[in-house]
């Protein structure tokens, strides 16, 4: 593998990784203001919250193709 798709490939996993952490930080977040104010968790505002969640997994999972698809598009 060379030195752009290596690098290419790193940033791809990092990105994922980072959405898949924010999202966790976020949700947990969300739902222990929730609970510390006794209020229900509402379904649709959590569905939106996991939106960055199944990006960051599609993009583990996806990362050789999407690191590819970057240098193609760089050189």
Do not use: C, N
């Not at 966790?24 to 006794?38: A, C, E, N, R, T």
């Amino acid at each position: 593998m060379d030195e752009p798709q290596r690098g290419a490939l790193i940033l791809v996993r990092f990105v994922g990784v980072a959405l898949i952490g924010l999202t966790f930080m976020q949700l947990s977040l969300y739902v222990l203001d929730l609970h510390f104010h006794g209020h229900a968790i509402p379904v649709m505002p959590f569905i939106a919250w996991t939106v960055p969640l199944l990006i960051g997994l599609v993009l583990l999972a996806k990362a050789k193709a999407v690191a590819q698809w970057i240098t193609d598009r760089l050189e």
